[in-house]
């Protein structure tokens, strides 16, 4: 069977991920940054980019779905909601300000050469670790909040969902018409080969429907920095990682045929190494490159001190956030928004709130 | 006689900053330093390797009433801020 070598895994999300590092690198596509700024700044400019990425995406879900090339009834790697997604939120939006990105963001900056995000890159991993620590008492805690019922809307109320899924589509597309004859979806920049965010917006919601068709799972990417803790911990520490329930867990399932595959953040190679895994290698190839290409690449030094302690607790805060609810703004608003989970909505409104106090907390830091 | 105005320039290194405090760094700078740059003798001028602030901190700094360019210098991006003439 086709889809049992790993390495036809691994190439294709590797191949996603360069698109995506050339494409984030060039158009600045920071997610963390549109939400952030419409609390710090009340600039709601390149608001409009993302909700293009998630309407197109979900318009692309739909049209799979439609076809009959992935089936509406399992929101796969969406479980049923817990109000400790809602708290996940709040400290992914918090981190997220404080990191000044996201778990994407962070590898496309620090492929630039920027040392505060290779800080933001070490927290994370230092957050994934700590969780891991964590994972027994926090499972019993998501388990006591979790909501009773169904994973999303399109399991509640099927027919429902599917028709409010496309009337949203149609309402969206109205607003970009209107976007588009006020001339508003394209951003003066004077960076070197800048790409428009609403090519990025694009892009994105391509590539990850591309994931959607092939596996089933919207694109992902936080338990790939857990493995690579799992990794370096497991050098040191070997005995006590074996032991980590955390790391001896799956937690992600893709069908492929008749047979399943399974991945975990352990330190093995299993499924999240060879997509998760090779999507953050492409993103930091890609950015890379294009760094190289359009001569940005270099190091400049560290940053001050007050930046580089808020971008490594900001980094140890995205990694926990992402755990406690299950996965990262990636796969929530890009993933789970479009195929309408609680889980997912429940992540995006704690993480608003938490943009909210990070965008209170932020000059407080900087500017002292 | 020849009158020639001198133009003093604040130099603002920002690069390998964290986003945003990019943009709140120079925003703080453009109000320190309001009076010398409304006077026109004098002009801030940041340095960064940030691409989005290429957009952002001309954004604001013509929001407020100044004038911004930007350039491309060997790895980042320099834009200089001053009064708006005219």
């Not at chain 1, 920027?114 to 994934?128: E, K, M, R």
């Not at chain 1, 969780?131 to 027919?159: K, T």
Request: net charge positive.
């Amino acid at each position: 069977m086709l889809y049992d070598n790993p390495w036809l895994w691994f190439f294709s999300y590797l191949g996603i991920g360069l698109l995506l590092g050339t494409v984030l690198y060039r158009s600045d596509f920071c997610m963390a940054g549109m939400l952030r700024d419409v609390f710090l700044f009340r600039d709601r400019t390149r608001l409009r980019h993302l909700f293009l990425a998630v309407v197109l995406t979900l318009f692309l879900f739909l049209l799979v779905r439609e076809v009959g090339w992935q089936t509406f009834d399992s929101p796969a790697g969406f479980s049923r909601g817990s109000l400790l997604g809602v708290a996940g939120g709040v400290v992914f939006g918090i981190g997220m300000v404080l990191a000044g990105g996201c778990v994407f963001s962070t590898l496309y900056k620090m492929a630039g050469g920027n040392l505060a995000y290779v800080l933001v890159f070490c927290g994370i991993i230092a957050g994934s670790l700590l969780y891991a620590e964590l994972f027994p008492w926090l499972q019993v805690l998501e388990q006591q909040l979790a909501l009773a019922g169904p994973a999303g809307l399109n399991q509640l109320w099927p027919q429902a969902a599917r028709a409010a899924s496309w009337l949203l589509v149609a309402g969206a597309l109205i607003l970009f018409v209107t976007w588009q004859r006020q001339d508003q979806w394209q951003l003066p920049s004077a960076s070197e080969g800048y790409v428009q965010p609403w090519l990025a917006a694009v892009f994105l919601a391509a590539l990850n429907a591309a994931a959607y068709l092939l596996s089933g799972l919207p694109l992902g990417i936080s338990t790939a920095y857990a493995k690579l803790g799992a990794f370096a911990e497991n050098l040191l520490l070997p005995a006590h990682v074996a032991q980590l329930e955390y790391f001896n867990r799956s937690s992600l399932v893709v069908r492929a045929g008749e047979s399943l595959l399974l991945g975990g953040a352990g330190p093995r190679l299993d499924m999240v190494a060879y997509t998760e895994g090779a999507l953050l290698l492409g993103i930091l190839l890609g950015a890379f490159f294009n760094a190289l290409l359009l001569r940005e690449f270099r190091i400049y030094g560290r940053p001050p001190l007050r930046q580089g302690g808020a971008a490594f607790a900001g980094g140890v805060m995205l990694a926990l956030g992402a755990r406690l609810a299950n996965g990262c703004n990636i796969k929530h608003l890009l993933g789970g928004l479009p195929l309408l989970s609680f889980q997912s909505l429940l992540f995006f409104g704690g993480l608003l709130v938490g943009a909210w106090v990070g965008a209170r907390l932020l000059p407080r830091i900087i500017l002292r | 006689m020849e009158s020639r105005e001198i133009v003093e320039t604040i130099d603002l290194n920002i690069l390998g900053q964290v986003c945003p405090a990019c943009l709140l760094v120079v925003l703080k700078a453009l109000n320190d330093h309001e009076e010398r740059l409304r006077s026109g003798k004098t002009r801030l001028v940041v340095r960064t390797d940030h691409r989005d602030s290429t957009r952002t901190v001309p954004e604001s700094a013509r929001k407020m009433g100044y004038e911004a360019q930007v350039r491309k210098v060997d790895t980042y991006y320099e834009i200089s801020i001053g009064r708006k003439d005219g």
